[in-house]
């Protein structure tokens, strides 16, 4: 009764386009199922490959139609190019420390809600939920009311002013932090539903056996949990490389590729230069995505037993369950003051300046905002 990480032998070309060949003879004798996937096959060449095609082919050529390397070679040119690898290299550190420390906090949620019986667990599920269904510049906008210079924890509260060496919210770490809150939430659901999946008799065993609680972790979770954490991390570093509201709120002199494409398509109108830094965004995802999938698919992650079993195991450690659930509230209790923050701003007459409760930002926004409000709510239902 053990978890195993088995390698599988690589099938041969000749058997795998056989097994490939009969699956397309099985299908075409279905004609239902063979029109659904023409469908889709059509769909996604004409409006997923065709356009990603194109954006990338823009990159190479100019804009008399000649083939042209000139925005790709600036990484290599000396004026340049520091530049350029400066962005790039704060783009990936960007999406790495992201995706890490969302992986990270994805799991404390998940192990909090699924081993700890921690208190009020429907409210944590839905707590963790709210980033996801809320616009992701909200999170920088409640942050820099929070935290900003004239922010109500460091102005009002701290009274700390900001001059020249004083590190502000504006730059890598606060958008880090922003990154992390918008899309932890997806690490969350994908490791709770395979904690949930667990099979408790695995632990028992080696618990039974003398083992220790990390001992179990590091042989036993963990290379289960493997294929989640790499699928999460993934997920986390494409969303926070193609995000584009968060770095133009709150990474001030930071710039990363996202916010470079934006302001080559609206403040240059070099589309040649956002196509080509297009690819170069696409690029560090690939290679990302190949890594995660090499890795985990060089093994199979099962979990052999001789019967089914139910349940899931509660953990016994007092100290590590409060850690657990101690860092859940917390986080929990900046989600929930991070969104009061953006209702209340939304009702104060000047934040910073005078908090008296008023209703003109809201009139405001029901009659000369009305259009754009009435032109999200359409474009969002008709995208549903």
């Not at 980033?131 to 942050?143: G, K």
């Not at 969303?239 to 990363?256: C, K, Q, R, W």
């Not at 859940?328 to 209702?343: E, F, K, R």
Request: hydrophobic share 50%; charged share 10%.
């Amino acid at each position: 009764m053990t978890a195993t990480t088995q390698s599988q032998p690589p099938a041969g070309r000749f058997s795998g386009a056989l097994r490939r060949y009969r699956e397309f003879s099985l299908i075409a004798r279905d004609p239902v199922l063979f029109m659904s996937l023409l469908f889709c096959g059509i769909f996604l060449l004409l409006f997923v490959f065709f356009p990603l095609f194109r954006a990338i082919a823009n990159g190479f050529v100019n804009k008399n139609g000649a083939f042209d390397l000139t925005y790709f070679l600036r990484y290599f040119d000396p004026y340049y190019g520091p530049v350029m690898q400066e962005i790039f290299a704060n783009t990936l550190l960007m999406g790495v420390l992201s995706a890490a420390i969302g992986t990270l906090l994805g799991f404390i949620f998940a192990f909090a809600v699924v081993r700890c019986k921690i208190p009020g667990k429907n409210i944590v599920h839905w707590m963790a939920m709210v980033p996801t269904v809320s616009p992701p510049f909200a999170i920088s906008l409640s942050t820099i009311l929070l935290f900003g210079r004239n922010g109500l924890v460091t102005k009002k509260i701290l009274g700390m002013t900001f001059g020249p060496g004083i590190n502000d919210i504006y730059g890598m770490d606060g958008l880090v932090f922003v990154q992390v809150i918008t899309f932890f939430s997806v690490a969350y659901l994908i490791l709770r539903a395979l904690l949930e999946r667990l099979n408790p008799a695995l632990e028992e065993a080696a618990e039974s056996l003398g083992a220790g609680r990390f001992h179990i972790f590091r042989t036993v979770i963990l290379p289960l949990l493997i294929p989640g954490i790499a699928g999460s991390f993934l997920l986390l570093f494409v969303e926070s490389l193609a995000d584009l509201g968060n770095p133009l709120f709150i990474g001030g002199n930071l710039t990363v590729l996202s916010t470079q494409i934006f302001l080559a398509v609206v403040g240059e109108f070099d589309y040649q230069k956002a196509s080509a830094l297009s690819l170069v965004l696409l690029l560090p995802t690939l290679l990302v995505f190949l890594v995660q999938r090499y890795y985990v698919n060089r093994r199979s992650y099962i979990s052999v037993t001789g019967k089914p079993t139910s349940g899931t195991i509660v953990e016994k450690s007092r100290l590590i369950r409060w850690v657990f659930i101690g860092v859940t509230y917390l986080v929990c209790a900046m989600i929930i003051l991070l969104y009061a923050v953006v209702i209340y701003g939304s009702f104060s007459t000047a934040w910073g300046v005078d908090f008296t409760p008023t209703l003109r930002w809201w009139e405001n926004a029901l009659t000369r905002g009305i259009e754009a409000i009435l032109d999200t709510t359409f474009l969002s239902a008709l995208a549903t």
